[in-house]
Every structure is written in structure tokens, then in C-alpha cells.
């Protein structure tokens, strides 16, 4: 059988080398002619592009982190909601701090809602601070985002979010797919407890997680929720949060690792966290630029080695140009590969084909490029996003290369 090959790492997770196994993707570490090179860690930085082969594909897109540190995300949406209003109600008041502290502190003397403070570069759980109103607050010059609390929608009188997740094959043009399975994860403890427990739903404080698919189907059976209408606006959620970053990414794709004759070289699952309000309203609370694919149970597990199996075969359908690594005993430069694909076509015709039926066998439903009306103000969202000049992000460092003078 013909397919591609992988270069995974050592210590990557058990679900991911499952996956792999069960698409029949032959994987071992440091694999120079693979086509597709797998990472877990959270601490690659840009220096992993610089490595890659010009033929190699890599699970990660340069510049996605504008979405997936939580004070660049902000400023991503803030500069560009103003023009789309009504569009853009998926994301709580947000203050970016220490550059917003002023504001903060008039909010909490004014506004009858708590704020919860997370580190911009925090994860895990670690560091979050929940501020009431009209109490002292001293703001620091910690890099922060303050988010107004949002009165969740409570199952069994207890808090719960959503882990779903999106998957970006191609930032040019932009496709995105989001996984129609996921988590609920639940507080261990009631909504009316005034514990971190009862009010924070992060896995390293609770580890209640049952599967999204139970739950939507306890909440259509039970509670009569259009669970169909909330998916609608979830994709909204999530598809307009990542087209807002559109020129980040796609000037760190040229930069970094540019596509050559319809080989997309990069793709990315992103993990977003999405909170119903109590009319079950979506917000994005932050995005995951690594979503754990650890797993506590059998159920989680089958539900992460689906995602990540069919995550590798849409996002990296080369089997063709693998087997043609395979035949060649000598290297590959950079213009010799591009040469290469734009004499042989197929490759990209036999991926286009690979993909489609990954997909139609897959949970994954593209929900960006799309035919549909109803997201027709998305294209126009998409224009503005490449309108708006780069800039930097507070928290991030993108190259002045990139950006501009």
C-alpha cells in the first residue's frame, strides 16, 4: 500500500502514535525522507521550520500563536469587531493588561460582574486570578487578560465548557474544518460552591470531561437545545476568530514555509474552548495552539485517535510524492522539489482526491470556503482581516520582516 510516511517524536503521545497505526502510516523518530513531520511539544519556536526538507509537511502553522496566546487574541478580534458588530458577540469583554489596568479598575467599580485574570502566556489553570466587583483590585505589569465572568448555561446546576476542535489545512486559501465530536468538561463541584471547582472548568482543576456527543444529545432529549442551531454558531465562532488572524498566518506561511504547486507544507489542530452563557449563546474563551491529546478513559481515547487519525489524512494526502521520495536515492533542493510538482500535477490532483475522501469518511465538516448565504458576511470579514495592516501583538514578536517597516 502505498502512503505516506511520519517522523514523530519519542515521547509524543500514546493517542498520536495510535493514530498512526490505525491509518497504517509506517512513523519513527528523526525520519529524514518522511513526508510528514509530527510535533507534541509546545515549545518548538520558528527554528523547527528552518529544519524542514523542502518536501516536508509539518502539523504546525508559523504565526498561529497570535490566536493562541490569550493578549494577542484579543487585540486580534478587538481591532476588527468594530466593523462587523453584529458578528462578533462570541467574545467576553476583554482588557489587556498592564496596558488596560486603568480601564479594568473603573469596570470593577462600575460593572456589577466579576473578571477573571488569566496570564497571557498561562496554561493549565496556572496563574488565573477571579476578581468580584467593588473589590480592591492592584493591577501589576504581569502581560494578562482580563475577561468579564459570563453566567454559564448549567447542567445538573453545574458549570461546563466546551473543548471542540479546528482543524486549518491550507491559510491560502484559508480552509477550515471544525471535528464534530469533542469534550464537555465539568466542575466537580456545583455552581452554587464559591470554590475555584464550582467556577472553573480547566482539566488540570477538574478532570470531569464526558464527551461533547452525550452531552448535545442530553441537551436536545432533555432540555429541548436546537443542538444543530448551536453548531451553526460555534462554527461562526470558531471560523471567524481564525479568518481574523488571516494575514498573520498567511505572511508566516510565506515566510516560513511557503506552498509550492497545490503541496500545502503545513496544518495545525487547534483546540478552542467555547462557554455557553445562559440562553447557550457561544463565547470563545481562548484558543489551543496544542490541545492535550492526552486521554482519561476509553471513550476519550477512541474520540482523540479519530481526531488525530483523520486530522494526518486530510491535512497530509502525499502518498504520491512520498513514493516518489522513495524511488529517488538522491536529495531533494528546494528548486529541484518545486520543479518536481509543477511537472507532475498528479500529486496535487491524487491529494485533492485523498483529501475529499478523508474528509467524506471522517466527523470533520468544512466550514470555510463555503457556498452557504448565511455566511456570505464572512468573506467580507476575510477581505478586511487582509485590509487591516500587521501589527504587533502584545506578547508576541513578529518579525519586522513580516510586518513591515
Same mark, same amino acid.
Given at each position: ?319 504520491? !510524492?512520498?513514493? /516518489?521520495?522513495?524511488? %529517488? *536515492?538522491? $536529495?531533494?533542493? =528546494?528548486?529541484?522539489? #518545486?520543479?518536481?510538482?509543477?511537472? +507532475?500535477?498528479?500529486? !496535487?490532483?491524487? /491529494?485533492?482526491?485523498? %483529501? *475529499?475522501? $478523508?474528509?467524506? =469518511?471522517?466527523?470533520? #465538516?468544512?466550514?470555510?470556503?463555503? +457556498? ?12 478586511? $482581516? ?20
Amino acid at each position: 500500500m502505498c502512503t505516506i510516511h511520519a517522523s514523530v517524536a519519542q515521547r509524543g503521545f500514546p493517542a498520536v502514535k495510535e493514530a498512526f497505526t490505525s491509518a497504517q502510516i509506517p512513523f519513527s523518530e528523526n525520519d529524514d525522507g518522511a513526508i510528514l513531520v509530527w510535533l507534541d511539544s509546545l515549545k518548538e519556536g520558528d527554528k523547527v521550520f528552518q529544519r524542514l526538507k523542502p518536501f516536508q509537511i509539518i502539523n504546525r502553522i508559523p504565526n498561529v500563536n497570535v490566536l493562541c496566546r490569550k493578549a494577542p487574541l484579543a487585540r486580534i478580534i478587538q481591532r476588527i469587531a468594530p466593523f462587523f458588530p453584529n458578528l462578533f458577540t462570541f467574545m467576553p469583554k476583554s482588557y489587556i493588561l498592564p496596558f488596560k489596568n486603568t480601564q479594568l479598575v473603573r469596570a470593577l467599580s462600575r460593572d456589577n460582574c466579576c473578571y477573571i485574570i488569566k496570564p497571557d502566556s498561562g496554561s493549565l489553570g496556572q496563574g488565573i486570578t477571579i476578581v468580584e466587583p467593588n473589590t480592591e483590585f492592584e493591577p501589576d505589569d504581569t502581560m494578562a487578560v482580563a475577561q468579564q465572568y459570563i453566567d454559564s448555561f448549567l447542567i445538573d446546576n453545574t458549570k461546563f465548557d466546551l473543548r471542540i476542535y479546528a482543524l486549518v489545512t491550507s491559510v491560502n486559501p484559508l480552509t477550515i474544518y471544525v471535528y464534530r465530536g469533542g469534550l464537555a468538561r465539568f466542575c466537580s463541584e456545583e455552581n452554587d460552591g464559591d470554590t475555584i471547582y464550582s467556577k472553573l472548568t480547566n482539566v488540570a482543576i477538574n478532570h470531569n470531561s464526558v464527551l461533547l456527543t452525550e452531552v448535545f444529545k442530553k441537551m436536545k432529549n432533555e432540555l429541548n437545545i436546537d443542538t444543530d442551531d448551536l453548531w451553526k454558531k460555534i462554527d461562526a465562532a470558531i471560523a471567524l476568530t481564525i479568518i481574523s488572524a488571516a494575514s498573520f498566518i498567511q505572511k508566516g506561511v510565506e515566510w516560513h514555509c511557503p506552498s509550492m504547486s497545490g503541496y500545502n507544507r503545513c496544518f495545525q489542530i487547534l483546540g478552542f474552548d467555547i462557554l455557553l452563557d445562559k440562553k447557550c449563546q457561544p463565547y470563545v474563551l481562548e484558543v489551543n495552539y496544542r490541545p492535550s491529546l492526552d486521554t482519561h478513559n476509553g471513550d476519550e481515547r477512541r474520540m482523540k485517535v479519530d481526531l488525530i487519525r483523520s486530522a494526518i489524512l486530510i491535512g497530509a494526502p502525499f502518498h504520491l !510524492a512520498q513514493h /516518489a521520495l522513495s524511488e %529517488r *536515492k538522491w $536529495a531533494w533542493t =528546494k528548486d529541484s522539489w #518545486e520543479d518536481f510538482l509543477r511537472k +507532475t500535477p498528479e500529486i !496535487a490532483s491524487a /491529494a485533492d482526491a485523498s %483529501r *475529499k475522501n $478523508a474528509v467524506k =469518511k471522517s466527523k470533520y #465538516e468544512m466550514i470555510w470556503p463555503s +457556498t452557504d448565504p448565511e455566511k456570505k458576511e464572512w468573506q467580507k470579514v476575510y477581505e478586511k $482581516a487582509i485590509e487591516l495592516p500587521l501589527e504587533q501583538m502584545p506578547g508576541i514578536t513578529v518579525p519586522q520582516s513580516i510586518t513591515g517597516p
